[in-house]
T-cell receptor
Framework: EAGVTQFPSHSVIEKGQTVTLRCDPI?????LYWYRRVMGKEIKFLLH????????ESGMPNNRFLAERTGGTYSTLKVQPAELEDSGVYFC????????????FGQGTRLTVV | AQKITQTQPGMFVQEKEAVTLDCTYD???????LFWYKQPSSGEMIFLIY??????QNATEGRYSLNFQKARKSANLVISASQLGDSAMYFC???????????FGSGTQLTVLP
């Protein structure tokens, strides 16, 4: 079974540019989460999808961030325009609809805004 | 207030010895789940072990066990017979009540010495 896959693994962009991160969850997992770890800080929750619906987006930092999950499969997280403080590692995780235990994480996308 | 506190930024342990990584948590919800994840240098987050707040017994998974002390609000991870491959960052996390997202601690960098 394939795990959670994230693309790209690294991205370096200039301030003001746009970047789109992609997450492919484990097949059949309805729950999909985005998290972010800014350098030296804790991993923070960004938002949660159940299938294609945004269940909780309370962690999204501002309106420069847009997440989508069309069709309830893969998800994208777009940052537009990127700022220096957006640099960090963006993790995606997925879990089965009925599970109350673990979520499976991807390897993360390291975003550097210069 | 911090929801999850990991007071050990870094830990060293000799190969084949046991090591305890500390985690304390703060919640007023009687229903919660506690998680430990391992993040090796390759970047992916690997689920290790889960403890539910109503579980009577401490969780164990192979060489990993969770020392759950509910009254003290602590959920320490014990790794027995450390191996060189255990060198990684370890994160403690919590899910509260009906919320689906995880709240993470700042992590502990474990180094296993040969």
């Amino acid at each position: 079974e394939a795990g959670v896959t994230q693309f790209p693994s690294h991205s370096v962009i200039e301030k003001g540019q746009t970047v789109t991160l992609r997450c492919d969850p484990i097949s059949g997992h309805d729950n999909l989460y985005w998290y972010r770890r800014v350098m030296g800080k804790e991993i923070k929750f960004l938002l949660h999808f159940v299938k294609e619906s945004k269940q909780d987006e309370s962690g999204m930092p501002n309106n420069r961030f847009l997440a989508e999950r069309t069709g309830g499969t893969y998800s994208t997280l777009k940052v537009q325009p990127a700022e220096l403080e957006d640099s960090g590692v963006y993790f995606c995780a997925s879990s089965h609809r009925t599970t109350n235990t673990e979520a499976f994480f991807g390897q993360g996308t390291r975003l550097t805004v210069v | 207030a911090q929801k999850i506190t990991q007071t050990q930024p870094g830990m060293f342990v000799q190969e084949k010895e046991a090591v305890t990584l500390d985690c304390t948590y703060d919640t007023s919800d009687p229903s919660y789940g506690l998680f430990w994840y391992k993040q090796p240098s390759s970047g992916e987050m690997i689920f290790l072990i889960y403890q539910g707040s109503y579980d009577q017994q401490n969780a164990t998974e192979g060489r990993y066990s969770l020392n759950f002390q509910k009254a003290r609000k602590s959920a320490n991870l014990v790794i027995s017979a450390s191996q060189l491959g255990d060198s990684a960052m370890y994160f403690c996390a919590m899910r509260e009540g009906s919320a689906r997202q995880l709240t993470f601690g700042s992590g502990t960098q474990l180094t296993v010495l040969p």
